[in-house]
């Protein structure tokens, strides 16, 4: 006598959850970019000291922090003050944070939330055990010395807490553009840069 035994096909596809924390008024102007452009397959946080800016964010997950530190009027380009402001609401960070698999950071340094909370958020990630990419803009020339500074040292801190940093000049946007591109037009190409960015590498893990 014989027999057969037949295994049925179990395999399973496991969808990577990717959250995308936009920290700060540019990181928050980059989240809006995405979701208008219809990026599918993330959640989006926002993280802002500017109470104001934060409810108009189309997130939606928002996070409020630094009350008492900002009462909800933004860090005044202090990223000391950004930074303890994410360190007043860390459980509700952590919280928000809690069960992915990767986290994109995304803000534009120079600035004093986005500059001195993203690392801190990023630090929390990957205690949270996710894959951390930061994903963030250096200055425009026109925004002046001391906000390059600042941005320049927000990046090396914040390099300390992602597995990958993908920076984009901003400047460099300008040779890419005619010579009537303002202001305006100029920070909107830089988010649709951090849209793409941010984009490209999810749609490898969710693919």
Known sequence: MSFSIEFADETQTYQAKIKVVGVG????????????FGLEGVEFITVNTDAQALNANAAAVKIPIGGSVTRGLGAGADPERGRKAALEDVTRLKEAISGADMVFVTAGMGGG?????????????????ALTVGVVTKPFIFEGRQRSRRADQ?????????????TIPNEKL???AD???TFVDAFRKADEVLYQAVRGISDLITL
Do not use: K
């Not at 939330?113 to 055990?129: N, W, Y």
């Not at 927000?154 to 993908?166: C, K, N, R, Y």
């Open 174 to 176: 300008m040779t890419l």
């Open 25 to 36: 008024g540019s990181g928050g102007n980059a989240i809006n970019t995405m979701i208008h």
């Open 154 to 166: 927000g990046l090396s801190m914040l390099a300390e807490h992602v597995d990958t940093l993908i």
């Open 113 to 129: 939330t986005g500059t001195g909370a993203a690392p801190v958020i990023a630090q929390l990630a990957r205690e949270e055990g």
């Open 179 to 181: 010579d009537e591109l």
